[in-house]
């Protein structure tokens, strides 16, 4: 196999692809936006994603987003710091929580979770967490908001290891919170960084290091707080994990900072840190054997989300991949493995922080979007090279919601299956039947309910298909993995349903998670799992 240039290794190898979790509130969107401040590709705070306005100026595809002022999809952002090339993934968090909240973490190399100083670890970064950890990657944490008060340090780690269950490494401490936060303390350097609140994080303000033994200390940090520090340091060198750079790499220890994004402080320490500590572009799983980007010559790439309809006029649609292996050149020819055919990659486009831009060229770790005529589904692979193969497919995320469709005007049966059907495709909904009948009962499962709005505007607006939908109770579901079973004899609970998707695969649904455990207890050798296959 011919050898990687120079020049391409030095490209890959200087790529930072992350995801960035958390709770709603918790302060990604200010944390994203401090960091692309440091990268010089904004020059103010609040330019980019200040909340509602200028969210829409990201991404205002879609007539539902204008309506209620929010994104549906998520999106990349790119930009360089001190010689990196950084990819932000961002993850849809509010009321636009959907499967590709989930789906994007499956082309990120890392995941920095942001976690609320006063709340510890919330529900949305618990199941995002999830996806995160089945997949090995890093994560680190930026504990934010240390200006408002805080939980007490030891509290919020090992809240983060019992709800979590990742061991946790604290890179630097905190000195008070609230109206008393004095900064952070270092603990390999053994020096504090003193807290300023730069003009409210508008702009990067000086950064005051002080070392621990220094006189100075003593009039810059009261008595009391500096023996609290000596004393919280003592008892967390004694009993919390050392860094081991090996467990973050298998995503078993997570390195813990504290700061406060709104003020700008601790952000690029942590952004320096995390750097150095994250992984380049990682290897990844294909039916032939580890697809490694350091090694492969040849593009690849598989898509791991559609974003539909983003020219009303034309029913278009943007496929969004994550680069694995090799360089991509604008219009260059490609297989797409799936679809057994050669296709020309046409209007490659990347996020530079606010604007969409026309791309010449991109590597692996980097993430493009290509126009899609409709031929594309989540998953697919695309390659350059000779030797075709496919990456491992993405799996389906468990929905929470489910409903029943029903259309309007019965005659429109064919526009119905046919919108519903490409609907699903795109990855935005999932469609399930009744165990014992066919198409005549569609009941569709999302991950976020914002997505049961984009269904039935979408299915009006581009299929002209008026619906109805009835929620149903169900709030569990779970593929079953036993090859042969006969559902007929499965010994459920009566809150339990039976159906199946359109590949005619068995599935369960719940509406309490007990029960998930009571039809277990009742199947003996019953295999349940929270991810299908897609
Ligand atoms: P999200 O993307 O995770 O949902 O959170 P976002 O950054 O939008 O932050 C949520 C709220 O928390 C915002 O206030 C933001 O200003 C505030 N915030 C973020 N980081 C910090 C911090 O370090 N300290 C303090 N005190 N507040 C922080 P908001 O009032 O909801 O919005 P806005 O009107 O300020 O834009």
Known sequence: ?????????????????????????????????????????????????????????????MEIEKERGISVTSSVLQFEYDGYCINILDTPGHQDFSEDTYRTLMAADSAVMVIDASKGVEAQTRKLFKVCTMRHIPIFTFINKMDREAMDT?????????ELGIATCPINWPIGSGKNFKGVYDRKE????????????????????????????????????????????????????????????????????????????????????????????????SDKGEINPM???????????????????????????????????????????????????????????????IIENAYAGDIIGVFDPGIFSIG????????????????????????????????????????????????????????NTGMEEIIVGVVGVLQFDVLKYRLENEYKVEIRLETLPYEHIRWIENEELDLDRLVGTSDMKKIKDLKDRPLLLFINEWSIRMTLDRNEGLILSEFGRS
């Open 1 to 61: 196999m011919p050898e990687l240039t120079k020049q391409m290794k030095d490209e890959i190898k200087r790529r930072r692809t992350f995801a960035i979790i958390s709770h709603p509130d918790a302060g990604k969107t200010t944390l994203t936006e401090k960091f692309l401040l440091y990268g010089g590709a904004i020059n103010q705070a609040g330019s980019v994603k200040g909340k509602a306005t200028a969210k829409h100026a990201v991404s205002d595809w």
């Open 154 to 162: 030891f509290e919020l780690l090992d809240d983060i290891e019992n």
């Open 190 to 285: 053994r020096e504090v960084e003193l807290f300023s609140d730069t003009k409210k994080g508008t702009t990067q303000g000086e950064v005051k290091k002080v070392k621990i033994d220094d006189p100075e200390i003593t009039w810059l940090i009261d008595e009391n707080q500096r023996l609290q520090l000596e004393e919280e340091i003592e008892l967390q060198d004694g009993a919390g994990a050392e860094f081991d750079q090996e467990l973050v790499s298998r995503g078993e220890l997570s390195p813990v900072f504290f700061g406060s994004a709104l003020t700008n402080f601790g952000v690029e320490t942590f952004l320096q840190h995390f750097l150095s500590m994250t992984s380049s572009p990682l290897p990844r799983k």
């Open 295 to 357: 090694e492969e010559q040849d593009f690849s790439a598989f898509v791991f989300k559609i974003q539909a309809n983003m020219n009303k006029a034309h029913r278009d649609r943007i496929a969004f991949m994550r680069i694995c292996s090799g360089k991509f050149d604008a219009g260059m020819e490609v297989h797409h493995i799936q679809g057994g055919k050669k296709v020309r990659l046409s209007q490659p486009q990347q996020m530079m922080a606010s604007e969409r831009k």
């Open 380 to 435: 697919d692979t695309l390659t350059a090279s000779p030797e075709k193969f496919a990456f491992e497919g993405i799996p389906t995320f468990a929905p929470e919601h489910f409903a029943r469709v029903r259309q309007v005007d019965t005659m429109k049966r064919k526009q119905f299956i046919k919108g519903i059907s490409q609907i699903a495709q795109e990855g935005a909904i999932q469609i399930f039947q009744e165990y």
